[in-house]
Structure formats: C-alpha cells, structure tokens
C-alpha cells in the first residue's frame, strides 16, 4: 500500500515538471517577454529603452534556457527558465508583476474561495443523490420522466443565467439578501445563501441524471433482483444494495474533486463579488498578468494530482475487491 | 458581380455541410448504420429536436455565404478597376434585409416599442425639448401612436392565418407523400396521423413544424415594421444580434470537435493497439494536459494568440477577417486543450477491441500495423466518435458564453450569445431594468441547446450499447410525448 502510494506520488512530481515545462514554453518561448511587455507597457509604439527597463525590473532580461556568457552552473541557473519555474516546484510563487507576493495572496484568498466552495460542494452533492434517488425509486413513471425532462430543461441552461436571475431575484425584486460582498467571519452567511443556492441549482440538471443512470444500471444487476426476490422491501433494495454499490464510482468523482476546491470558482466569485483565488485569477487574467496565472496553472495541476492520489487510495478503502498490484 | 470571400471558418462550415452529405450516402448503404440512425429516427423527441437543429443549421450556412459588394465607381473613374466594399456581407444579411432587422437606432428600445427606452433632447418649433424620441425604424407606417396595439393585434393575427396556411400545406403535402403507398388519401392521413411505432413519428414532427411556423410568421410578420425583441445598447436589434449568434454557436460546437479528432484518434488507437512504452508516453501526455485547470489553459493560450495578432495587423483584410481567425483559433485551442476525455475512452475502446479474433486474425496474416489500425481499428470505435461529437456540442456552446464573459472567448466584434450575457449583467442593474438582451439570448441558447441535448440523448441510446442496456424499463413505461 505504501509502496503503491509512494510510486503515484513520484508519478505525480514528474507530471508536475511536465506541467511546468509545458507552461513556462507556452508563456516565454512561444511569445517573447519584448511581447508581454509591449503588452504590459500598451501600445505597439514602445520604445526599446522602456522595454529594457521593464524586464530589468521584473527580471526577464536574460536568456530562456542557456546563458552562454556565465560560468559553469550560472549558465543554467542565470535564465528565465530557472529563476522563474524551479521556484514553482517548491510552492515559492515569488511575485507578481505589480509586485505583489503571490503565495501571501493565495494564504488570504483560500478562506473566503473555501467558505463558498465547500458548501456548495456538499450540499450540491447531497441534492444530486437525493433527487436522482428519488426518481430511481419512482423509475418508469410520469414522475421519473418529468424529473429527467427537468434535468435536461436545467442542464440546458447556462450557468450564468442562474446568476443573474437569482441576483435579479432575491437580491433585486425581493431584497432578501445583499447583491455582492463578503466580510469575514459568521456574518459573511447572508453573502454566501445565494451563491452557494445557485451553485446547487446550476450542477443538479447534470449530476442527477448522472447518478440516475449509474443507479439504474446497478438496479438492472443480479444481485438486486435476489434482493427482491428475499422479499426485502423497496426502500431497503434502494439504499442498502444500490445506493452502497453505486457510491463508488460516485465516491473516486467526488474525492478527485475535493482539493480542487481550494481553487474556487471562477464566475460565481467574481459576481458576487468574493475575494477569492477564482476571482484572484480572472482579475489575473484580465491584467494580463502572466506570473499569476502561472502560479495559479501550477497550484491548480499539483491539487489536481493530490486529487488523483486520494481518489486511488478511497476506492481500496471502500471497495476490498480492488488490490494495488 | 460581388467578390466573394471565404473565411477560415466559412470553408470549415461547407465542407461539413459537405462531409453531411457525404455521411448521409455511407449510412444509407451500411446496414448498421442504418439500423442505428433508424431508432433515432423513430424517437419522437428527437426527430422533433432535428427540426430545430435543421433550422439552425440552415441560418449557420446561410450566414457563412461572405461576399464583399461591389461599389459603384466614382465619377470620373468608370473604367478603372471594380472597387470593393470593406465590409463583409453573407446570403442571411441579405435575407434580413427585407425585414427591419438590420437597421441600427439609436440606443435601447423596448421590445415593440416606438419611442426610444432614454430620453434625448430634440428641438420642436425652435424650442429645446426633453422627450423619448420616435424610433427610426419602428412603426412608421402609423398615423398615430394610439394605434399601435391595433396594429400589433392584427399583424399577429395575419401572422397566425399565414403559420396555419404553411402548416395546412405541409400536412396536406404529407398526406399526398403517403397517398403513394395507400390507396386513399383517408387511409394515406390516418397512416402518418396515426403512428404504428415502426416509421418515422410524422405526426409529432408535423406539431412541431406547425407551431414553429406559426411563430415564424408571425415575428417575420411583426418585425417588417418594429423591432420584435428591442434594440441593444448600440441600437441593434436584438433579435438580429441571436439570429447571427447563432452561427458563433454552430462554429465553436462543430470545430472544437473535429479540432480534437485528430490528436485523440491517433494518440487513442495508437496507445490501445501498441502497449507498453507507447501506451505510458501518451498516458503522461494526456494526464500532464488534464492536470492543468482547463479554463487558465485556454486563458493562456488565448492570451498568447491575442498578442500574435496584434503583433501582426497586415494578416488581414477587413474586421470580419481577424475575428473570424480568432474564432477559429479559439476552438483549435479548445479542441487541444480538451483531447484528453476522448482520448481516454478511444484507448480503452481499442485495448479491448485488439484482443477480438478479428484482429489478431488480420495481425496471423502479416497485416501491418498502420493497416490494421485503419482498417480494422478506427472504423470500430467510430461511435465513440460520434457519440462525442453530439455529447461535447451543447457543452460547448454553453462554455462559449462563460469564456466570452472571462474576456477569452470570442472577438468582442462578433455577435456571440456570450458578449450579449455579459452586456446584460450591468443592463439588469438598471431602473427600469432592460430585460430583453438577456431574455433573447436565454430564448435562443435554450432552444439551440435543448435541442442538441434530446437530439444527443437518442443517438447515444441508438449507438452505445451501455447506454441501451440500462434504458428500457424506463423508455417503456412513459413514451415521451412529442415537444415543441
């Protein structure tokens, strides 16, 4: 188990070093930092002096891969390639091109992007479940049919109308609750009812119908139908067999998922106004500014990975057929 | 004689329109192909859903026609050479020109409306007076205002006679199509009417037509004279701004699709069908890719693209041109950042299918491995393929209007679903609010959309045999019922 364990870690750093590779190729190699800063500066009239200076600043003023000039080591150490993604390996995010320390940022914007995340997350999953549950057990009747039309009713609807008509709604016709914000602390619940609501709303068309065809082809298998013909009820077949069998691919989904949380969402923060990484990373995106996104690319793959790892080691937990070889 | 223009993503529509065609020839002549396409065609929510995606189809076509008109010569200069205007045109421009569609106000206007949402000053008899002005494009044909409702009243009646007409005509023309197989034109009306299960569902499918061309007639009929959904904030009409979104949805569904066949089929097979060292090269590849939060890899790849085309201006002619290769860069990176899903599937598929007799008969023979992968292989994970390419369609269309929101999806020169959302966020904010930008773009995103999801749903069950397998005490027990 260890042994297993310790080989996906190993797994996991080399995809991380892809992962660095590939960015730092597509932020430096393929467009220029003479690019990025006639970008930052604005404008395709910079004069060479200002693009000189703004790389000296911010230190992208040596070559990528190979300084030819320096002395042994230096001529891999002194470049971009070094100074700027070796660091990352160490979680050392440096700073941004406005000169802010990125891992300082991302210490501060974890809470507020967790306090909507998690919510959203658990309750959004406990919804999915019990509506795809509830249309298993009334499967073949009208009922099931009119859930499974509005499932496909409200997958087919973008994420971002359930936003604005829910600000629209409770904000703006009923005035329950504030349009946007966030403030620290307890009080930051009547900020975060909405989002969190709409959140739910917005994943339940898919993840229902989802669950709802993984629990009908578990209903279809032996096992249930000598459920059944012991003469146990309904309700029991339901959540004793189905449900217990069915958790796990539902279980490797939903553990895969969970360090990704740490990422936030990006539109829903950036509506209702959360100081989070989601929003972090749009204002980000928006500046143009490279060294975030970078940071944040590097974050979001190495979670992701920790993701992988906990998915693996749940399913052996939960499921003793399976065997590491 | 106008100049006619293909642009990246106009060529890409033709040929396939094209490769359609070509499609529809090849399923006819295998007979499990047919068989297949024959249970979509016999579910009712489907075929009436492909009457939507026919319609759209037909406006992305149209629409994708570009030409440059021809300017009239200058005095003086009648014998030089023909100059061309710089704006692009296409076939549906032309379409909506017969209607108020294409013609700008001012600013915002109400749906219907004849005066203009905000108010302007204007001088009347020589005196500055603050009023909302007439619109110059709605309801001129009034003597007075008073008889607007009047004359919305009639034109919808006029529009709901001229809907039932075409629908009339289209169930006769049924009827007379099936009076060849039946000896009475009685026995021909009952025989679509009523279905027997085995061929195509004609009656649902004409309820849709039917009320889909009473509407139509009737919004062709209110938009000659107003503008049906109200005007933007730049005065255009809004529900132009959905008619020519409809093609950026048709585009970036299609091509970020096709756009990932190329790497998901050959890295897919190639790890299924070799193992091994292959096999574990392609598996880092892909799972490297996937680790990457998708939109921050799309946000950079479309920065990146942004700062090539504004480093290299001379590449284009006209507006159009440059949006257009935005757009179509756009899904290329779409479809590169997202080959991994398919992939994944492809590779499992072809472990599985190179185990099977055929295969290893066709390898006892010394067939190579190119030719096994093609002739063997690839045609039998096609549905997988095809299963994608009508799953992964809505999805996309939806994610256009977030990356559109985020700043990285489309030209902000091209009409999209996306920027019309993003524009109604602070639109909502106003008092009295301005509803309609955001209602036309939910109305026709919702129709597009729904549509390829039921369309979706039937061809999975008609190809995945997984799919067929949990499905049938549920399909049994409630037919669904034909929805228009």
Same mark, same amino acid.
């Given at each position: 188990?260890?042994?297993?364990?310790?080989?996906?870690?190993?797994?996991?750093?080399?995809?991380?070093?892809?992962?660095?590779?590939?960015?730092?190729?597509?932020?430096?190699?393929?467009?220029?930092?003479?690019?990025?800063?006639?970008?930052?500066?604005?404008?395709?009239?910079?004069?060479?002096?200002?693009?000189?200076?703004?790389?000296?600043?911010?230190?992208?003023?040596?070559?990528?891969?190979?300084?030819?000039?320096?002395?042994?080591?230096?001529?891999?150490?002194?470049?971009?390639?070094?100074?700027?993604?070796?660091?990352?390996?160490?979680?050392?995010?440096?700073?941004?091109?406005?000169?802010?320390?990125?891992?300082?940022?991302?210490?501060?914007?974890?809470?507020?992007?967790?306090?909507?995340?998690?919510?959203?997350?658990?309750?959004?999953?406990?919804?999915?479940?019990?509506?795809?549950?509830?249309?298993?057990?009334?499967?073949?009747?009208?009922?099931?049919?009119?859930?499974?039309?509005?499932?496909?009713?409200?997958?087919?609807?973008?994420?971002?109308?359930?936003?604005?008509?829910?600000?629209?709604?409770?904000?703006?016709?009923?005035?329950?609750?504030?349009?946007?914000?966030?403030?620290?602390?307890?009080?930051?619940?009547?900020?975060?009812?909405?989002?969190?609501?709409?959140?739910?709303?917005?994943?339940?068309?898919?993840?229902?119908?989802?669950?709802?065809?993984?629990?009908?082809?578990?209903?279809?298998?032996?096992?249930?139908?000598?459920?059944?013909?012991?003469?146990?009820?309904?309700?029991?077949?339901?959540?004793?067999?189905?449900?217990?069998?069915?958790?796990?691919?539902?279980?490797?989904?939903?553990?895969?998922?969970?360090?990704?949380?740490?990422?936030?969402?990006?539109?829903?923060?950036?509506?209702?106004?959360?100081?989070?990484?989601?929003?972090?990373?749009?204002?980000?995106?928006?500046?143009?500014?490279?060294?975030?996104?970078?940071?944040?690319?590097?974050?979001?793959?190495?979670?992701?990975?920790?993701?992988?790892?906990?998915?693996?080691?749940?399913?052996?937990?939960?499921?003793?057929?399976?065997?590491?070889? | 004689?106008?100049?006619?223009?293909?642009?990246?993503?106009?060529?890409?529509?033709?040929?396939?329109?094209?490769?359609?065609?070509?499609?529809?020839?090849?399923?006819?002549?295998?007979?499990?192909?047919?068989?297949?396409?024959?249970?979509?065609?016999?579910?009712?929510?489907?075929?009436?859903? =492909?009457?939507?995606?026919? %319609?759209?189809?037909?406006? +992305? *076509? $149209?629409?994708?026609?570009?030409? &440059?008109?021809?300017? /009239?010569?200058?005095?003086?200069?009648?014998?030089?050479?023909?100059?061309?205007?710089?704006?692009?045109?296409?076939?549906?421009?032309?379409?909506?020109?017969?209607?108020?569609?294409?013609?700008?106000?001012?600013?915002?206007?109400?749906?219907?409306?004849?005066?203009?949402?905000?108010?302007?000053?204007?001088?009347?008899?020589?005196?500055?007076?603050?009023?909302?002005?007439?619109?110059?494009?709605?309801?001129?044909?009034?003597?007075?205002?008073?008889?607007?409702?009047?004359?919305?009243?009639?034109?919808?009646?006029?529009?709901? =006679?001229?809907?039932?007409? %075409?629908?009339?005509?289209? +169930? *006769? $023309?049924?009827?007379?199509?099936? &009076?060849?197989?039946? /000896?009475?034109?009685?026995?021909?009306?009952?025989?679509?009417?009523?279905?027997?299960?085995?061929?195509?569902?004609?009656?649902?499918?004409?309820?849709?037509?039917?009320?889909?061309?009473?509407?139509?007639?009737?919004?062709?009929?209110?938009?000659?004279?107003?503008?049906?959904?109200?005007?933007?904030?730049?005065?255009?009409?809004?529900?132009?701004?959905?008619?020519?979104?409809?093609?950026?949805?048709?585009?970036?569904?299609?091509?970020?699709?096709?756009?990932?066949?190329?790497?998901?089929?050959?890295?897919?097979?190639?790890?299924?069908?070799?193992?091994?060292?292959?096999?574990?090269?392609?598996?880092?590849?892909?799972?490297?890719?996937?680790?990457?939060?998708?939109?921050?890899?799309?946000?950079?790849?479309?920065?990146?693209?942004?700062?090539?085309?504004?480093?290299?201006?001379?590449?284009?002619?006209?507006?159009?041109?440059?949006?257009?290769?935005?757009?179509?860069?756009?899904?290329?990176?779409?479809?590169?950042?997202?080959?991994?899903?398919?992939?994944?599937?492809?590779?499992?598929?072809?472990?599985?299918?190179?185990?099977?007799?055929?295969?290893?008969?066709?390898?006892?023979?010394?067939?190579?491995?190119?030719?096994?992968?093609?002739?063997?292989?690839?045609?039998?994970?096609?549905?997988?393929?095809?299963?994608?390419?009508?799953?992964?369609?809505?999805?996309?269309?939806?994610?256009?209007?977030?990356?559109?929101?985020?700043?990285?999806?489309?030209?902000?020169?091209?009409?999209?679903?996306?920027?019309?959302?993003?524009?109604?966020?602070?639109?909502?904010?106003?008092?009295?609010?301005?509803?309609?930008?955001?209602?036309?773009?939910?109305?026709?995103?919702?129709?597009?959309?729904?549509?390829?999801?039921?369309?979706?749903?039937?061809?999975?069950?008609?190809?995945?045999?997984?799919?067929?397998?949990?499905?049938?005490?549920?399909?049994?027990?409630?037919?669904?019922?034909?929805?228009?």
């Amino acid at each position: 188990m260890t042994r297993y364990i310790l080989r996906r870690l190993v797994y996991g750093v080399f995809i991380l070093l892809g992962v660095n590779l590939l960015t730092f190729v597509l932020f430096f190699a393929v467009n220029t930092p003479d690019d990025m800063a006639r970008l930052a500066i604005g404008g395709q009239r910079v004069s060479e002096e200002a693009i000189e200076k703004w790389k000296v600043e911010r230190g992208y003023d040596k070559p990528l891969f190979y300084q030819a000039g320096a002395q042994d080591a230096a001529r891999f150490t002194d470049t971009i390639f070094y100074q700027r993604s070796v660091p990352l390996l160490r979680f050392d995010f440096g700073f941004s091109d406005e000169g802010r320390d990125i891992g300082h940022e991302v210490k501060t914007r974890m809470g507020p992007s967790l306090a909507l995340a998690i919510p959203t997350f658990f309750l959004g999953l406990f919804a999915s479940v019990s509506f795809a549950l509830l249309l298993v057990f009334f499967r073949g009747t009208r009922l099931d049919f009119a859930g499974v039309v509005v499932c496909v009713v409200l997958l087919s609807i973008s994420g971002l109308f359930y936003i604005i008509a829910g600000q629209w709604l409770f904000a703006k016709v009923l005035r329950w609750v504030p349009y946007s914000g966030y403030v620290e602390g307890w009080h930051s619940l009547r900020f975060l009812v909405l989002p969190v609501l709409v959140g739910i709303l917005s994943r339940l068309g898919a993840e229902s119908r989802f669950y709802r065809s993984l629990f009908l082809e578990e209903a279809g298998k032996d096992y249930v139908r000598t459920a059944r013909a012991k003469g146990l009820s309904e309700r029991v077949v339901l959540f004793r067999h189905i449900l217990r069998n069915a958790a796990l691919p539902i279980l490797t989904g939903t553990v895969s998922a969970i360090p990704l949380l740490f990422m936030g969402s990006l539109i829903s923060e950036s509506f209702f106004g959360i100081p989070g990484l989601g929003s972090y990373t749009i204002d980000a995106i928006n500046a143009q500014d490279f060294s975030i996104v970078r940071a944040m690319v590097f974050l979001g793959s190495a979670l992701y990975i920790v993701g992988l790892v906990l998915a693996d080691i749940s399913y052996t937990l939960v499921d003793p057929r399976v065997r590491f070889e | 004689m106008p100049e006619f223009t293909f642009l990246w993503t106009d060529v890409f529509v033709l040929i396939l329109v094209l490769l359609l065609a070509v499609y529809v020839w090849h399923a006819r002549r295998s007979p499990a192909l047919r068989a297949a396409w024959g249970s979509v065609g016999r579910t009712p929510s489907a075929m009436c859903a =492909a009457i939507f995606m026919v %319609l759209f189809l037909l406006v +992305g *076509v $149209l629409d994708s026609v570009h030409y &440059r008109p021809q300017l /009239p010569p200058l005095p003086g200069q009648e014998s030089a050479a023909p100059q061309y205007s710089p704006a692009l045109r296409s076939a549906l421009d032309d379409l909506l020109a017969l209607t108020q569609l294409s013609q700008r106000e001012n600013t915002y206007s109400a749906p219907l409306a004849l005066r203009q949402f905000t108010k302007e000053t204007e001088i009347v008899d020589g005196r500055a007076v603050r009023d909302f002005p007439r619109l110059k494009h709605a309801g001129r044909h009034l003597a007075h205002e008073d008889d607007r409702p009047a004359d919305i009243r009639r034109r919808v009646l006029a529009g709901f =006679a001229w809907g039932g007409a %075409l629908a009339f005509g289209l +169930g *006769v $023309l049924l009827t007379f199509a099936h &009076r060849l197989r039946q /000896p009475t034109l009685a026995q021909a009306w009952r025989c679509w009417w009523r279905r027997d299960g085995t061929g195509l569902p004609w009656r649902a499918m004409w309820i849709t037509s039917a009320v889909l061309a009473i509407v139509l007639a009737i919004v062709a009929r209110l938009s000659v004279d107003y503008h049906v959904l109200g005007t933007d904030r730049t005065g255009n009409d809004v529900l132009w701004q959905c008619i020519k979104s409809i093609r950026t949805a048709l585009v970036i569904g299609t091509l970020t699709t096709v756009a990932m066949l190329p790497p998901a089929l050959g890295f897919g097979i190639a790890a299924g069908y070799f193992k091994g060292r292959v096999d574990d090269v392609i598996q880092y590849l892909y799972t490297t890719l996937t680790s990457i939060p998708g939109v921050l890899l799309i946000a950079a790849s479309v920065m990146m693209m942004q700062v090539y085309i504004d480093t290299h201006p001379e590449l284009f002619t006209t507006v159009a041109s440059r949006a257009d290769l935005r757009l179509f860069m756009l899904c290329l990176i779409l479809g590169f950042t997202g080959w991994a899903g398919l992939c994944r599937l492809l590779r499992a598929e072809t472990l599985k299918l190179r185990e099977l007799e055929y295969v290893q008969a066709a390898r006892a023979f010394g067939v190579g491995h190119w030719r096994i992968m093609r002739r063997h292989l690839l045609p039998n994970v096609m549905h997988i393929v095809l299963i994608t390419l009508v799953l992964e369609f809505s999805g996309l269309v939806l994610y256009e209007a977030v990356l559109s929101y985020l700043g990285i999806g489309v030209d902000p020169s091209m009409p999209s679903f996306g920027a019309m959302i993003d524009a109604a966020r602070l639109e909502m904010s106003r008092d009295p609010m301005v509803w309609w930008n955001l209602f036309g773009a939910f109305i026709f995103l919702l129709l597009i959309v729904l549509s390829a999801n039921i369309f979706a749903d039937a061809v999975q069950m008609a190809f995945d045999p997984r799919t067929r397998r949990i499905q049938p005490q549920a399909a049994s027990a409630g037919a669904p019922e034909a929805a228009s």
